[in-house]
T-cell receptor, first 109, second 115 residues
Framework: AQRVTQPEKLLSVFKGAPVELKCNYS??????LFWYVQYSRQRLQLLLR??SRESIKGFTADLNKGETSFHLKKPFAQEEDSAMYYC???????????FGAGTILRVKS | EPEVTQTPSHQVTQMGQEVILRCVPI?????FYWYRQILGQKVEFLVS????????KSEIFDDQFSVERPDGSNFTLKIRSTKLEDSAMYFC?????????????FGPGTRLTVL
């Protein structure tokens, strides 16, 4: 079955520390993966997707098909990175997104 | 930058009542979606809509639910007879063509509370 797993509900780090938000997926086809972010009282917004291979706000994510992972990383966390982060998998059938449970990132000063 | 809008932001209703949640997708987008998130749970897909018909629906989307695009701008989700378990945040989203490379843009959500 198609599934996205984010094992950590909460990740708390100090400002300036590296961050890695984990995401694993299960999908029989060729995966298209996204990271969405939701800042406090704001809407879900796209942070980045694997196909664009870009760095947004210092975050990067690499698709590892061997480990079926798409972990989100940032070398130096900032307080404004505090938010809920969702990993999502695009399903061709229905053109829909399947979301992980989300990880709250708290960056402490 | 264009955004998906949703109204109302919060809807309180009595069990058994009908509710209509409204969305205005981004104007040149062709694919529309509803997702929901029960408090403390995952964001779940409900339904996708393209070319004035349902493209796919989840098992959650039973006969109590319906969607409509009544005019050129609005996209609505109707729940005919609400149940307590329908209490959730409902998100509307739209994308340009529904392709795997397209971004789905989300609205701010409508919080539905069923009493």
């Amino acid at each position: 079955a198609q599934r996205v797993t984010q094992p950590e509900k909460l990740l708390s780090v100090f400002k300036g520390a590296p961050v890695e938000l984990k995401c694993n997926y299960s999908y029989s086809g060729s995966p298209e993966l996204f990271w969405y972010v939701q800042y406090s009282r704001q809407r879900l917004q796209l942070l980045l997707r694997h196909i664009s291979r870009e760095s947004i706000k210092g975050f990067t994510a690499d698709l590892n098909k061997g480990e079926t992972s798409f972990h989100l990383k940032k070398p130096f966390a900032q307080e404004e990175d505090s938010a809920m982060y969702y990993c999502a998998l695009f399903m061709e059938y229905g053109n829909k997104l399947v979301f992980g449970a989300g990880t709250i990132l708290r960056v402490k000063s | 930058e264009p955004e998906v809008t949703q109204t109302p932001s919060h809807q309180v209703t009595q069990m058994g009542q009908e509710v209509i949640l409204r969305c205005v997708p981004i104007s040149n987008h062709l694919y529309f979606y509803w997702y929901r998130q029960i408090l403390g749970q995952k964001v779940e897909f409900l339904v996708s809509f393209y070319n004035n018909e349902i493209s796919e629906k989840s098992e959650i989307f039973d006969d109590q639910f319906s969607v409509e695009r009544p005019d050129g701008s609005n996209f609505t989700l109707k729940i005919r007879s609400t149940k307590l378990e329908d209490s959730a945040m409902y998100f509307c989203a739209s994308s340009l063509r529904g392709a795997r490379t397209d971004t789905q843009y989300f609205g701010p959500g409508t919080r539905l509370t069923v009493l």
